[in-house]
T-cell receptor, first 116, second 114 residues
Framework: AQSVSQHNHHVILSEAASLELGCNYS??????LFWYVQYPGQHLQLLLK??????LVKGIKGFEAEFIKSKFSFNLRKPSVQWSDTAEYFC??????????????FGRGTQLTVWP | NAGVMQNPRHLVRRRGQEARLRCSPM?????VYWYRQLPEEGLKFMVY????????ESGMPKERFSAEFPKEGPSILRIQQVVRGDSAAYFC????????????FGPGTRLLVL
């Protein structure tokens, strides 16, 4: 079965610090990759996604992620975080084909707290 | 364009009662997914439905849980004879009819079983 690992459960940063959240998955075939964000009291929103093409993907609010196929990784980055980035971040993977088509596998989530 | 709607947002049930969770997908979306999030865990897939069809229910517990997405009306996730372990956040997502499309999530229903 597929699995998704997010290594950092809680990250605390000061404003303007750089951010990198790790995400690794276990699946050898074609994958679609996503990062979702959940702000306090709100629902999950899509930050960015990778289906194919350029492995460096840019999303909303200055976030980007890089797909490294050889490392089965899809790390999320932002050069300078803001207090408003405080939220929980989820990495998710979807198999590109097969019996689990449609199903998203989620990591446990990383709670990011940014101090002003 | 309204997003994915879920109701109720919070639901309290006593052990043994039934819980019904509703999900209205975004306009134009014909695929619905249900996920469950237990405390301190990520979202776990439960079931994938299209109108009047269950496509994949391999993530659903074998007993007490059922889901439907009728031709008219919202998708329903039904939990019979709830137990304390069913306390969780239940999220619904919808997508257009293509497996490569993004899933858009609703606000979730927080179920508390007393």
């Amino acid at each position: 079965a597929q699995s998704v690992s997010q290594h950092n459960h809680h990250v605390i940063l000061s404003e303007a610090a750089s951010l990198e959240l790790g995400c690794n998955y276990s699946y050898g075939g074609t994958v679609n990759l996503f990062w979702y964000v959940q702000y306090p009291g709100q629902h999950l929103q899509l930050l960015l996604k990778y289906f194919s093409g350029d492995p460096l993907v840019k999303g909303i609010k200055g976030f980007e992620a890089e797909f490294i196929k050889s490392k089965f990784s899809f790390n999320l980055r932002k050069p300078s975080v803001q207090w408003s980035d405080t939220a929980e971040y989820f990495c998710a993977v979807n198999a590109g084909r097969g019996s689990t088509l449609g199903r998203l596998y989620f990591g446990r989530g990383t709670q990011l707290t940014v101090w002003p | 364009n309204a997003g994915v709607m879920q109701n109720p947002r919070h639901l309290v049930r006593r052990r043994g009662q039934e819980a019904r969770l509703r999900c209205s997908p975004m306009k134009g979306h014909s695929h619905v997914y249900w996920y469950r999030q237990l405390p301190e865990e990520g979202l776990k897939f439960m079931v994938y439905l299209q109108k009047e069809n269950i496509i994949d229910e391999s993530g659903m517990p074998k007993e007490r849980f059922s889901a439907e997405f009728p031709k008219e009306g919202p998708s329903i996730l039904r939990i019979q004879q709830v137990v304390r372990g069913d306390s969780a956040a239940y999220f619904c997502a919808s997508s257009p009819p293509s497996f490569q499309e993004t899933q858009y999530f609703g606000p979730g229903t927080r179920l508390l079983v007393l």
